[in-house]
């Protein structure tokens, strides 16, 4: 399964973007690049997924990179209920999900 | 729709006891995954299962077993706990492979004594 990097934690000032940047340089042609977030001790809830275009919901941006070795989730203004752990996770065969430690988001008003 | 229902929210063992925990979801989904997640740490992958009577360790399946009987349900037992099992167990749902988000349970806190 490719593994992900992700710098363990990062500040954000209310009202603006945050950019969350991941690192999956030993991700596979057929593997989608997945966010989660959890916050406090809730379930994790689910952001945004991509394979190898950028996409967009309701809740963020996901720009991959054109070699896929890299990606950044965006929050395009982050409020202070943003403040969560993000999770960078590249889905594996069988849908199995593999976490890693993900980044702490502090929203400071 | 309620989503991934797991029962208890909160549990006491004493070592050595067994006992399971809940999972159910109504989205018909296939795929149906257990996590635990220790203070401070990410989720870690204990059994998963494909579909009804298919089922497969993850990354710590030790001590822990699974059964899917139907598409609903998937039943995580501890066979016999102990202290290195307290943990946060969140069940997991999706469809099937690929192109899918999954929907989380909201955890049953465990604490074995």
């Known amino acids: 399964d490719a593994k992900t990097t992700q710098p363990p934690s990062m500040d954000c000032a209310e009202g603006r973007a945050a950019n969350l940047p991941c690192n999956h340089s030993?991700?596979?042609?057929?593997?989608?690049v997945y966010w989660y977030r959890q916050i406090h001790s809730q379930g994790p809830q689910y952001i945004i997924h991509?394979?190898?275009n950028n996409e967009t919901n309701e809740m963020a941006s996901l720009i991959i990179t054109e070699d896929r070795k890299s990606s950044t989730l965006i929050l395009p203004h982050a409020t202070l209920r943003d403040t969560a752990v993000y999770y960078c996770?590249?889905?594996?065969?069988?849908?199995?999900?593999?976490f890693g430690g993900g980044t702490r988001v502090l929203v400071k008003p | 729709n309620a989503g991934v229902t797991q029962t208890p929210k909160f549990q006491v063992l004493k070592t050595g006891q067994s006992m399971t925990l809940q999972c159910a979801q109504d989205?018909?989904?296939?795929?149906m995954s257990w996590y635990r997640q220790d203070p401070g740490m990410g989720l870690r992958l204990i059994h998963y299962?494909?579909?009804?009577?298919i089922t497969d360790q993850g990354e710590v399946p030790n001590g822990y077993n699974v059964s899917r009987s139907t598409t609903e349900d998937f039943p995580l037992r501890l066979l016999s706990a102990a202290p290195s099992q307290t943990s946060v167990y969140f069940c997991?749902?999706?469809w099937g492979t690929g192109n899918t988000e999954a929907f989380f349970g909201q955890g049953t806190r465990l604490t074995v004594v």
């Open positions: 030993t991700i596979s042609g057929n593997e989608y």
């Open positions: 996770i590249v889905q594996s065969a069988g849908n199995k999900l593999t």
């Open positions: 989205m018909n989904h296939e795929y």
């Open positions: 997991a749902s999706s």
């Open positions: 299962s494909v579909g009804a009577g």
């Open positions: 991509g394979l190898k």
